[in-house]
């Protein structure tokens, strides 16, 4: 099996992500809302490529009960730690 994309290819990406977001959030502070699990490798990597001010915050949500079918409500296991009302905020 070949992989599609290379670890290089991969921080490339990460690298032209976080120049994007620090150009768009110069000065500011952003809050990146991680929702774990699945996410917090890519943030980790996304978030060293940021040079604005960056403060991380963990959300853990579900909306699968004990079986394998969706409730269709989301269940928040982990609940936001600050306010981010007015803030800049970005879901990774």
């Known amino acids: 099996m070949k992989p599609l994309y290379t670890q290089e290819?991969?921080?490339r990406q990460v690298r032209a992500l976080g120049?994007?977001?620090s150009q768009d959030y110069q000065?500011?502070?952003l809050i990146l809302l991680v929702v774990l699990k699945g996410s917090?490798?890519?943030a980790a990597d996304l978030c060293r490529e940021i040079s604005c001010p960056v403060r991380?915050?963990?959300i853990r949500v579900s909306s699968?009960?004990?079986g394998t079918t969706s409730s269709g409500q989301i269940d928040f296991k982990i609940p936001l730690q600050d306010d981010i009302a007015g803030k800049h905020v970005l879901i990774v």
Do not use: C, R
Request: hydrophobic share 45%; no cysteine.
């Open 40 to 42: 917090m490798i890519f």
């Open 27 to 29: 000065d500011q502070e």
């Open 56 to 58: 991380l915050d963990f």
């Open 19 to 21: 120049k994007e977001i």
């Open 9 to 11: 290819d991969i921080a």
């Open 64 to 66: 699968y009960g004990s």
